[in-house]
């Protein structure tokens, strides 16, 4: 996708007390602090990032956030890896990452990983529906067919004491609120949860944890929703979501997700969306809430991370 408009001023801050503001903000969403008995997954589609020219402090606020997790899976990686290099140089040393092939508005997958607290397995690739198989990509009311996806969904496995999970990293095509491109989004979402479904049930699948998580362009949980729907459509499950923290900063839309097959549910401990924007850049905010809000799509993103924690 293009990148935002840059700012046309410049804010200057303290980046360990911005640091401060976060950490703060995290104790006051409950997201726990790194166990032996819990796994935190999440999921962050940073804005364009390797497009958009953040300041190294921003890659500093980034890296922050993303440390605290065991597993996350980052969206809008651009073609143009500098962004990603630079949020992994901020990051501690044990922290790995492993990243897709361009796709779709020249987008890559990422993931990035604690490598001391989990193992990157063996099974790494994309999630592709072969020409023969698009037949069975269909949903009630919409008569256009299934040509495969803008970007891939990019899946990798990690393992976590004797469990193995099975990732897939997706962000799925938008284009316009018109009907065609919404059927399309939706017979994206469908093909996802079929193979979700189908892969769960295989006496060959590498795990039947698969976990299906990153930006569905998915604009409301509740039935009637096509996209929601879709996701629904073959026994994946989301948990209980509260109306009051959404996943963008426009705090209106629930783009974001983390699906799961119901073996998952009894292991989901918590979870949850850190609305970092509530807690940062607070005089920015007091002088313009436009211009906060412009600063924060550009140099840190328009989405907010989503996150669960598991244990096994």
Not at 1 to 10: L, T
Not at 42 to 70: C, M, T, V
Not at 73 to 91: M, P, S, T
């Amino acid at each position: 996708m293009p990148a935002f408009e840059k700012p046309n001023f410049v804010h200057d801050f303290q980046v360990d007390e911005q640091k401060g503001f976060l950490i703060g903000h995290k104790s006051k969403r409950q997201i726990p602090d790194p166990s032996p008995n819990r796994l935190l997954v999440a999921s962050w589609n940073i804005a364009n990032l390797g497009l958009q020219k953040r300041w190294s402090e921003h890659y500093e606020l980034l890296a922050e956030i993303i440390s605290w997790f065991d597993i996350i899976a980052i969206q809008e990686v651009n073609v143009n890896l500098d962004g990603l290099k630079r949020i992994e140089g901020h990051l501690p040393s044990e922290f790995d990452l492993v990243f897709s092939d361009k796709a779709g508005n020249n987008e890559r997958f990422a993931f990035i990983y604690n490598g001391q607290r989990v193992r990157m397995m063996e099974l790494v690739g994309e999630v592709a529906v072969p020409p023969k198989d698009h037949k069975y990509i269909k949903l009630p009311g919409i008569d256009s067919g299934f040509t495969g996806f803008d970007r891939n969904p990019y899946l990798c496995s990690f393992q976590w004491k004797n469990e193995i999970l099975v990732l897939i990293n997706v962000h799925s095509f938008f284009g316009s609120e018109s009907s065609s491109d919404v059927h399309r989004r939706a017979l994206e979402t469908y093909a996802i949860s079929r193979y979700a479904d189908l892969t769960g049930k295989s006496k060959n699948a590498f795990s039947g944890n698969i976990i299906a998580l990153g930006d569905f362009n998915l604009p409301m949980v509740h039935k009637g929703d096509p996209i929601y729907g879709a996701l629904m459509a073959r026994g994946l499950k989301l948990p209980k979501h509260s109306s009051k923290v959404y996943s963008n900063i426009s705090n209106d839309k629930m783009y974001d997700q983390i699906a799961f097959l119901p073996s998952i549910k009894k292991k989901i401990k918590s979870h949850g969306v850190f609305d970092f924007d509530s807690a940062i850049f607070p005089k920015l905010w007091e002088q313009s809430p436009t211009k906060f809000r412009n600063y924060l799509k550009y140099y840190l993103s328009d989405h907010r991370p989503i996150w669960m924690e598991l244990g096994f």
